[in-house]
């Protein structure tokens, strides 16, 4: 039987991959290291590729503070109610635009596309907020950000690639328009549906110029601005003493994988979806 001959060419294209995989996952690699060594061996000046000195003090130390389990409990918070209510209010306003015989389809578009170019700025939105009582709210986080206009045009883009075949046979047989939505349109949409919404919880998880702006009460920070204030006691050595053992960089460290890894956990499962959906926003016309 004759062998198949690999060319040079694939060969480079092989090897040149593979270490650029590499390349960009040693950062990843390297903080997950450095956050689980002892932090009395420790230098960012060295290169880790595996711990020096195995220790889980940093950790410990940050799963000590009840601020940060309330952080989390908030941003988990946010990231689920917010993005179930950016998903319906996204899906609501995309379905219509993808009609072609929805009355001011064009002036509606414009609308929303406006504020995308052109926006009313920091001040104007807080002093909406303000007037609406969502100051120092979780609320304040969730309506603020209620749809997003580029998710909006990639799930509107998604819908008008639906055959419109199948809407006009379901309305002769006397479905109506929001028995359409949820029998026929978001089932044949899951792969839009799963990158918008992993858009989304992702914007909420790493929420944090808002947070600060709209909310006052420590016990209703997001996990993002927890973090930069331990971090800061750590940094500045006001921690009562513990910080004396703690080397602030191991805690940054720290911060980062405890940050990034529930997301890291929830994409596998929305990888295939997540791969198709995103191709959505390269596909032009």
Same mark, same amino acid.
């Given at each position: 039987?004759?062998?198949?001959?690999?060319?040079?060419?694939s060969v480079?294209?092989?090897?040149?991959?593979?270490?650029?995989?590499?390349?960009?996952?040693?950062?990843?690699?390297?903080?997950?290291?450095?956050?689980?060594?002892?932090?009395?061996?420790?230098?960012?000046?060295?290169?880790?590729?595996?711990?020096?000195?195995?220790?889980?003090?940093?950790?410990?130390?940050?799963?000590?503070?009840?601020?940060?389990?309330?952080?989390?409990?908030?941003?988990?918070?946010?990231?689920?109610?917010?993005?179930?209510?950016?998903?319906?209010?996204?899906?609501?306003?995309?379905?219509?635009?993808?009609?072609?015989?929805?009355?001011g389809k064009?002036?509606v578009h414009?609308?929303? =596309?406006?504020?995308?170019?052109?926006?009313?700025?920091?001040?104007?939105?807080?002093?909406?907020?303000?007037?609406?009582?969502?100051?120092?709210?979780?609320?304040?986080?969730?309506?603020?950000?209620?749809?997003?206009?580029?998710?909006?045009? =990639?799930?509107?883009?998604?819908?008008?690639?639906?055959?419109?075949?199948?809407?006009?046979?379901?309305?002769?047989?006397?479905?109506?328009?929001?028995? =359409?939505?949820?029998?026929?349109?978001?089932?044949?949409?899951?792969?839009?549906?799963?990158?918008?919404?992993?858009?989304?919880?992702?914007?909420?998880?790493?929420?944090?110029?808002?947070?600060?702006?709209?909310?006052?009460?420590?016990?209703?920070?997001?996990?993002?601005?927890?973090?930069?204030?331990? =971090?800061?006691?750590?940094?500045?050595?006001?921690?009562?003493?513990?910080?004396?053992?703690?080397?602030?960089?191991?805690?940054?460290?720290?911060?980062?994988?405890?940050?990034?890894?529930?997301?890291?956990?929830?994409?596998?499962?929305?990888?295939?979806?997540?791969?198709?959906?995103?191709?959505?926003?390269?596909?032009?016309?």
């Amino acid at each position: 039987m004759r062998k198949k001959r690999v060319s040079k060419f694939s060969v480079f294209n092989y090897t040149f991959f593979v270490i650029l995989g590499l390349v960009m996952l040693y950062p990843f690699w390297y903080v997950v290291m450095y956050s689980v060594s002892d932090p009395s061996r420790t230098s960012l000046s060295d290169l880790y590729l595996i711990p020096n000195g195995l220790s889980f003090e940093t950790y410990k130390f940050a799963l000590q503070k009840s601020t940060l389990l309330t952080g989390f409990r908030n941003t988990v918070f946010l990231a689920v109610v917010g993005t179930g209510l950016d998903m319906a209010f996204s899906i609501l306003l995309a379905y219509p635009l993808s009609q072609e015989e929805f009355p001011g389809k064009k002036y509606v578009h414009a609308f929303i =596309i406006f504020p995308m170019l052109f926006g009313g700025g920091m001040i104007p939105t807080y002093l909406v907020v303000k007037q609406l009582g969502l100051i120092d709210s979780l609320w304040s986080l969730v309506f603020v950000s209620l749809v997003n206009v580029y998710n909006l045009l =990639i799930l509107c883009k998604f819908f008008k690639g639906i055959p419109q075949s199948l809407i006009e046979a379901a309305r002769i047989d006397g479905c109506g328009e929001l028995r =359409i939505l949820t029998r026929i349109v978001l089932p044949l949409s899951k792969a839009a549906l799963a990158t918008i919404s992993l858009f989304y919880a992702v914007q909420h998880w790493n929420g944090f110029l808002e947070a600060t702006i709209y909310i006052n009460t420590d016990s209703r920070w997001p996990l993002q601005v927890v973090l930069r204030n331990i =971090i800061q006691m750590v940094s500045a050595d006001l921690s009562g003493g513990e910080t004396l053992f703690m080397n602030p960089e191991n805690f940054k460290m720290a911060a980062i994988v405890i940050t990034v890894l529930p997301i890291i956990c929830v994409y596998p499962f929305l990888q295939k979806h997540f791969t198709q959906g995103v191709m959505l926003g390269a596909v032009k016309g």
